[in-house]
């Protein structure tokens, strides 16, 4: 079959799943130029792993559709599968076997010719700086170790688009600076990155552009900096407040105040409030105090990416439902490539 080649890796077309009477992902659409690394964010059960589900044919769509390196997922899955690679959140190790052995495992399952397997597993672990424990149980490995392991496996067949779904998740600082290192290594080699993260400075220091999603819609979708512009231009401030005595009845009645576009407790005692008019701030200090708290400090900072995601999505906790990705069977075809 022939693929479609316009210059997008990822062309998303109005796609929709349910669940019984649950809309997961509603008329989602974007698409993603190659080489690109695209944020894909969103609370707990937005929708986003079931969208990445969707894009590497684990999960059909209810209505919708999306080429994905210029391959019909509907129409074409075996093709889609020979061009991606999946780091899914949960671990795809097999805890008794080598990493040497792992990847030998995948690689087979995969299709690739051993000589294939042994050259790329070789490569991929040396620039993980794996290379020291290739022949060592992945189940005497730390989280991050295993993450290495788990990324050189979904580059074993040289995938043109990488998802990766909190990558960093779980990670020392070490660690996931030298992982955010590696995938900024991939977008620079050609490869398409799609990444899921709750960490904002990461989304930040490493998306070209960044979609959030929100009840199964995309509530936004620009660069970092434009991102921004949503909470600051033509605004007031973001406030951190330190409050003592505050409770959920004072917090309720801050978010209603106006000129509060937004606030959260973010811990014990600290607010964070996004004011969208001039003397706001003294509407707040005195709602506090006729609320019976007190206000100790007061600062103001310039808004940042995570501001823009409260903003957008709120400040409640959810509930996630089962978004982790299937991982009974494989997500590549019998397609081999040349190393690049």
């Not at 659409?29 to 690394?37: A, L």
């Not at 969707?54 to 061009?83: F, H």
């Not at 512009?229 to 330190?242: A, F, M, P, R, T």
Request: proline share 3%; hydrophobic share 40%; net charge negative.
């Amino acid at each position: 079959m022939v693929k479609s080649g316009n210059g997008y890796d990822i062309e998303v077309d109005k796609l929709c799943r349910n669940f019984g009477d649950l809309e997961a992902v509603k008329e989602v659409s974007f698409s993603v130029p190659k080489g690109e690394i695209f944020g894909f964010l969103g609370p707990n059960g937005a929708g986003k792993s079931t969208t990445i589900r969707m894009l590497c044919t684990l999960l059909r769509p209810t209505s919708g559709g999306a080429k994905v390196a210029g391959y019909d997922i509907l129409t074409q899955p075996a093709e889609v599968r020979t061009e991606i690679g999946l780091v899914a959140e949960k671990l795809i190790l097999y805890d008794r076997l080598t990493a040497q052995e792992n990847l030998y495992f995948f690689g087979r399952m995969n299709h690739l010719p051993e000589e294939n397997i042994k050259k790329r597993s070789e490569m991929w672990l040396k620039r993980l700086d794996m290379s020291e424990w290739a022949n060592k149980m992945t189940g005497t490995f730390s989280t991050g170790m295993k993450q290495r392991v788990n990324i050189a496996r979904a580059l074993l067949t040289e995938p043109e688009i990488m998802f990766l779904d909190e990558p960093t998740l779980g990670l020392d600082p070490q660690t996931a600076r030298s992982i955010r290192q590696f995938i900024q290594e991939l977008a620079e080699a050609g490869i398409t990155v799609v990444l899921t993260t709750h960490t904002m400075a990461e989304a930040e220091a490493l998306c070209d552009r960044i979609s959030i999603i929100d009840h199964g819609k995309i509530v936004a979708l620009d660069t970092a900096n434009n991102l921004k512009k949503i909470i600051s231009k033509g605004q007031g401030n973001v406030l951190e407040l330190s409050v003592e005595g505050m409770n959920e009845d004072m917090l309720r009645s801050l978010q209603e105040l106006e000129g509060v576009q937004a606030a959260a407790e973010m811990e014990a005692g600290t607010v964070k409030i996004t004011t969208t008019a001039p003397g706001a701030v003294h509407r707040i200090v005195d709602a506090i105090e006729e609320s019976g708290g007190l206000v100790h400090s007061i600062n103001t900072h310039e808004a940042n990416l995570e501001d823009v995601f409260l903003h957008l999505t709120g400040t409640e906790m959810r509930a996630e439902l089962s978004n982790s990705i299937p991982t009974g069977r494989a997500v590549r075809g019998r397609k081999s490539k040349r190393i690049r």
